[in-house]
Each structure stands twice: as structure tokens, then as C-alpha cells.
């Protein structure tokens, strides 16, 4: 739970693919009431800032799916992990 602020920080401040609730009480913590869902709901869906992040969700999509295809960063540390610990050991 304690990471939830964290991760949610990164993917909207940082990565750019989502929109913050604010809890009704004006702080990073407590309870969204439900016209602050309804609002970036609407947003998220009809708004400038859902075009903004659906489009950079897009850009994070591309860069994933070329990290896991053959050669790509992901699978190539994969492989570099794999051969670390099933390699010839002294």
C-alpha cells in the first residue's frame, strides 16, 4: 500500500499516462468523492488532457513491445540474466 502514492505519482507526473484524483479533503490521501471520478472520468475520455495521455500511452505501448521482441532491452538483460546463472560458474 505504501508504494500506491509512489506509483501513482510516476504515472502521472513522470510517465504522462494518467490523470490524479484528488481526495475530497484537498490531500494526497483520503476519499475521492464521486464527482471527482465522474470529472476525470469525463476528462479522461472527452478531454484535451485524455487525448494527451492517450496518446502518450501509445508512445509507451510501442516502446514496450519493442523492449520484448527479439533483440529488444528486455529480452536481451533476459538473456543476460538467464546466462548469468546458468552459465559455467569457477
Same mark, same amino acid.
Given at each position: 500500500? *505504501?508504494?500506491?502514492?509512489?506509483?501513482?505519482?510516476?504515472?502521472?507526473?513522470?510517465?504522462?499516462?494518467?490523470?490524479?484524483?484528488?481526495?475530497?479533503? #484537498?490531500?494526497?490521501?483520503?476519499?475521492?468523492?464521486?464527482?471527482?471520478?465522474?470529472?476525470?472520468?469525463?476528462?479522461?475520455?472527452?478531454?484535451?488532457?485524455?487525448? *494527451?495521455?492517450?496518446?502518450?500511452?501509445?508512445?509507451?505501448?510501442?516502446? *514496450?513491445? *519493442?523492449?520484448?521482441?527479439? #533483440? #529488444?532491452?528486455?529480452?536481451?538483460?533476459?538473456?543476460?540474466?538467464?546466462?548469468?546463472?546458468? #552459465?559455467?560458474?569457477?
Amino acid at each position: 500500500m *505504501a508504494e500506491q502514492h509512489l506509483n501513482a505519482r510516476m504515472l502521472v507526473e513522470e510517465i504522462g499516462i494518467g490523470l490524479r484524483l484528488m481526495p475530497s479533503n #484537498g490531500s494526497v490521501r483520503g476519499f475521492v468523492k464521486l464527482e471527482e471520478v465522474e470529472k476525470m472520468a469525463r476528462e479522461l475520455m472527452e478531454g484535451e488532457r485524455g487525448v *494527451a495521455v492517450r496518446m502518450k500511452v501509445k508512445e509507451v505501448r510501442k516502446a *514496450a513491445c *519493442a523492449a520484448m521482441k527479439e #533483440g #529488444g532491452s528486455s529480452s536481451s538483460m533476459l538473456d543476460l540474466l538467464i546466462n548469468e546463472f546458468g #552459465g559455467p560458474h569457477p
